[in-house]
């Protein structure tokens, strides 16, 4: 069984965010990018079940849409323990245009884990489309998910409890906090060895996108 994580470049969540004079864009000066978190426990429980006894998972590929500047991101996916990343080289704009490129690496893979949004445009859109484009079932809210042979047992969050699913492969996990306890920590050996793994970087296909940003504004300050 192969895995495929996707993996959100965002703000740091203590960044103090800012943008440009007419409101119209991020300013990403001085900000520190990181793994989105959802996605970083998703990652965390790919590496849980490759190193489970018995385990069927032969692999695990992060993957992301962005510059250059997200490698560092990537890397670090590495150096929890990915095995191999995948950057399709491209701006991340709308959710519809994310989910297309991803769509054109995604094919092959047995599970492919998505988190349940971004911490930065929250637009909780990219798995559900990824799926649809693939043409895969996914199962959202996804709070646990173990791997039993070619069949995986999740359970995910409703309204008032809890339901435990059984799908088969190929499918788009979304998950959300619960799916691990604690993010992993990259290690120093697990550093060292990111450096030498394989990072494949491939180029965009055309693709429309269907959302524009008209402005953006801080929420109002709150009183003392």
Do not use: C, H
Request: proline content about 4%; glycine content about 8%.
């Amino acid at each position: 069984m192969k895995i495929l994580v996707l993996i959100g470049n965002v703000p740091d969540t203590t960044t103090k965010i800012k943008f440009n004079a007419d409101k119209t864009a991020f300013d990403a000066a001085g900000v520190q990018w990181i793994i989105n978190p959802w996605d970083e426990l998703a990652l965390t429980r790919a590496m849980e079940l490759k190193e489970a006894p018995g385990s069927s998972i032969e692999s695990i590929t992060v993957a992301n849409v962005g510059r250059q500047e997200t490698e560092a991101t990537l890397r670090k996916a590495l150096a929890i323990g990915a095995d191999k990343a995948i950057r399709v080289d491209a701006d991340a704009q709308d959710a519809f245009y994310v989910a297309n490129q991803l769509a054109q690496i995604a094919g092959g893979f047995d599970l492919i884990f998505a988190g349940v949004e971004a911490s930065d445009y929250n637009g909780a859109a990219v798995g559900g489309m990824l799926a649809e484009l693939l043409g895969i079932q996914s199962v959202s809210a996804v709070s646990s998910l173990l791997v039993e042979g070619n069949s995986i047992k999740i359970t995910r969050e409703i309204e008032g409890g809890s339901q435990t699913v059984g799908v088969v492969t190929p499918v788009v996990a979304i998950v959300q906090k619960g799916i691990a306890k604690e993010p992993r920590i990259p290690a120093m050996r697990g550093i060292m060895m990111a450096r030498s793994k394989p990072l494949e970087v491939v180029n965009p296909v055309a693709t429309e996108t269907r959302v524009s940003f008209v402005s953006f504004d801080l929420p109002p300050a709150k009183a003392n």
